[in-house]
C-alpha cells in the first residue's frame, strides 16, 4: 500500500521541505535480508532514490547531503563518534534486557543485539588503528539527548517499553540513512563498502524493535506514537548544526 504524504514547511538551507508520512512502513513483514535487498536497489546517488530511502526507513526529513562533504574532512571525528555510537547502543540493549527481563520475547531477540553492536564497536576501533588513529574522547550524542528527553514518562510499563523500543528504532533508522549516504559519498572506497554493512546492520534493528513493540503493544498505539517520534525527529534533525563530526 502507497504511504500518504503529509507536507511540512521546515525552515533550514539544505534540507527538503516535504515530510513523508510513514503509515503503513511499521505493517511492512519485511525480514533483515529483504529490506536489506531494497535498500540496495535504491543504492544510488539519484535525489529520487534518497528520497525513497528515507522513505522506506519511515523518516520524514533527510539529512543535508552537504553532511558527507564535512564529515570526511575529519573521518577520525566521524569514526571516534561511530565507535561511541555503537557502545552507546550495546548499553541501551543492555538497558532494555535488564528493564524488561521477564519479556522473553525482547530478551531473546535483544540478546545477540547486544553482542553485535559490541562487534561494531571494536569493528570501528580496529579501523581507526589500522588509520593510525586514536580512540578519542566521549562526547554528548545531542540528537540522542533530544530523542530521550521527548520520551512520555508516567504511563505504565509497557507503555515505558514502548518509549524505549521507538527510540531504540529511531536512532537506528537515522543511522542507517546517514551510513547509506557515507556508502555512496565517500571518496575513500573502503570506508564506502565498511558503511554499506552498517547500513545494512542497522536496517535490521530498526525492523526488530519496531516489530518488538508491536509484539508487546496494540498496533495502533505503536502506529500512533511513532507517527508523533517522527514529527518530533524531523524537527529535531532540522535544528542540529551540521556537523561532521557526528554521526547524527
Not at 534486557?97 to 576501533?125: C, M, N, Q, Y
Request: hydrophobic share 40%.
Amino acid at each position: 500500500m502507497k504511504p500518504k504524504e503529509q507536507h511540512v514547511t521546515v525552515s533550514h538551507p539544505g534540507y527538503s521541505d516535504e515530510f513523508f508520512s510513514e503509515e503503513g512502513v511499521i505493517d511492512d513483514a519485511s525480514t533483515t535480508s529483504e529490506m536489506g535487498a531494497e535498500l540496495d536497489t535504491a543504492h544510488n546517488t539519484t535525489l529520487s532514490a534518497n528520497l525513497e530511502a528515507v522513505r522506506m526507513l519511515g523518516l520524514k526529513l533527510p539529512t543535508d547531503p552537504r553532511w558527507v562533504n564535512v564529515a570526511e574532512k575529519s573521518i577520525e571525528e566521524i569514526l571516534t563518534d561511530h565507535a561511541f555510537c555503537e557502545q552507546k547502543a550495546a548499553t541501551m540493549g543492555i538497558t532494555l534486557i535488564v528493564k524488561f527481563s521477564d519479556h522473553v520475547k525482547l530478551v531473546d531477540e535483544v540478546t545477540p543485539l547486544v553482542a553485535e553492536e559490541w562487534g561494531h564497536f571494536r569493528k570501528v576501533l580496529k579501523e581507526l588503528k589500522k588509520r593510525g588513529m586514536a580512540l578519542g574522547r566521549q562526547r554528548k550524542d545531542e540528537y540522542v539527548v533530544a530523542l530521550h528527553n521527548q520520551m512520555r514518562k508516567g504511563g505504565s510499563r509497557e507503555q515505558t517499553m514502548m518509549e524505549y523500543l521507538l527510540v531504540s528504532a529511531m536512532v537506528e533508522a537515522r543511522s542507517c540513512e546517514r551510513f547509506r549516504l557515507l556508502s555512496l559519498y565517500c571518496n575513500d572506497e573502503y570506508l564506502r563498502k565498511f558503511y554499506y554493512e552498517f547500513m545494512v546492520s542497522e536496517a535490521g534493528h530498526y525492523r526488530m524493535f519496531i516489530d518488538l513493540a508491536k509484539h508487546y503493544l496494540p498496533e495502533d498505539q505503536v502506529k500512533q506514537r511513532w507517527e508523533e517520534m517522527l514529527l518530533v525527529e524531523a524537527e529535531i534533525m532540522a535544528n542540529l548544526e551540521l556537523r561532521g563530526d557526528r554521526v547524527h
